[in-house]
């Protein structure tokens, strides 16, 4: 998806695989690729990292991605990275990198009950043209899916859904693409169908483990002033917590333009 | 406490007023200088920033902060803000600023119970240095204090702080200082004293009232690894939801370099 074309440059090709339905990037991917980038660049796994979505990019092109690390660590290294086309930049993504000696250990909350997923309602793929969605597996556990009106509205902020990217490891990267479904959650809690633009999509990385399907517990803070505030807990079958994740949306009623 | 000095640059002194009792500067005022600066180079109210600490800064000393705003939109702005010392990053902020109309409403959580700030205790300034601290007052509604040991711990992952700066209106700026005092639930989630220093500081912001003390329900997420992430819900003396927060925080332990 991502691969180096000179020393911290790297570039994101925008296509079938890596846009949404209308055709542009898929935000959650520019995400991903700004952590690969982050992670080849300082040759550490990712802590966190936070994309802000400044343009739409229509498929075909190609998004350069330039690498600035500002504070290189001993243990931890910083920095950013601008996703442009030319002049225009289309995401900017920072965030941090490392390793440090696992000092103190909690957590207080636990993976929520859930039907598995094979008993779950499977989302329909609800795009006429190949995208991203082509290779991501949506079963609804809780709520409503809010793009498209599938599943039952909970009645209350939280949707629960089990994600998986069948050719895909869940490395950060691919966790950064599933954690941006979290939106869906916006209809749910509003009870109807509702559209939004995210502003960006900020992950933090817990444990990694092997998981063919991840939970995500969609979380919805607040709406209103034309904006919203989710955020998603990403767990392993197992239970284990493998990220946590939050953005800012600009919310549309359905199809609003 | 910050001022244009030119298009599109201002400067924020780094001195007893913004440095934190080790004398540099501390995280969340770099945040606030950041959003004051998106608000006056947009000219519009922000809607979420996230600050990414690069370097300790030590006063006396002043940071320029260069504004770029890549994305400029009818209704909604996104930028960047660089501060830095000469070649040296000391701090970058990102975050969108806009008003929107108010299309849908929705929050679920309400303010927990806690007992009013004038019957809490007051955490002492635990300084010996003039500082930041001598103009935020704090009083503990619930848990330990987890950088003094004041307090007593909760049990669980959640603090409630009341925090006011009385030189201050509670406008964003303030806001963002105020929500970095949640690393302080890491020593009353682990039950003692804890150590950490933030890699970013992200917030998101809700309806903005009057409000003399601001309640932080601080909770904390994960910690494991060596790093930690919590998260804060910014309460008004009144219930309304202000802003909620979240950050990523390098752990370690009482006084370990």
């Known amino acids: ?12 090709p925008v296509n079938t695989r890596t846009a949404g339905g209308g055709g542009s990037l898929f935000g959650g991917v520019g995400l991903a690729a700004g952590i690969v980038a982050l992670e080849q660049a300082t040759k550490k796994p990712v802590v966190w990292a936070s994309g802000q979505y400044l343009a739409l990019t229509q498929q075909p092109t190609v998004v350069d991605l330039e690498v600035r690390l500002p504070a290189v660590g001993r243990n931890v290294t910083q920095g950013r990275v601008v996703g442009h086309l030319g002049e225009e930049e289309i995401i900017t993504i ?3 990198c490392g390793e440090r000696p696992d000092v103190a250990r909690g957590l207080w909350d636990s993976m929520p009950d859930a039907r598995p997923p094979e008993t779950c309602e499977a989302m329909a793929g609800h795009h006429d043209v190949p995208s991203l969605s082509d290779h991501v597996e ?4 809780r709520g409503m899916f809010g793009f498209s009106g599938a599943g039952k509205a909970s009645g209350d902020n939280r949707s629960l859904l089990w994600v998986r990217m069948p050719e895909l490891h869940n490395d950060p990267g691919t966790l950064a693409i599933i954690a941006d479904y979290m939106p869906s959650a916006l209809g749910n809690a509003l009870g109807r169908m509702m559209s939004c633009t995210s502003l960006d999509n900020t992950i933090r990385f817990a444990d990694q483990i092997s998981t ?4 995500c517990e969609n979380i919805i803070d607040f709406v209103g002033n034309g904006f919203g505030y989710g ?3 990403m767990w392993s079958e197992s239970g284990v917590l ?3 994740a939050s953005q800012s949306m600009i919310v549309r009623p359905w199809q609003y333009d």
Do not use: D, N
């Open 212 to 215: 063919e399907w991840v939970l």
């Open 1 to 12: 998806m991502v691969h180096p074309v000179a020393s911290m440059q790297w570039q994101l």
């Open 94 to 96: 920072f965030g941090a």
């Open 138 to 141: 949506i079963r609804i556990a």
């Open 231 to 233: 955020q998603v807990r």
């Open 242 to 244: 493998m990220a946590t």
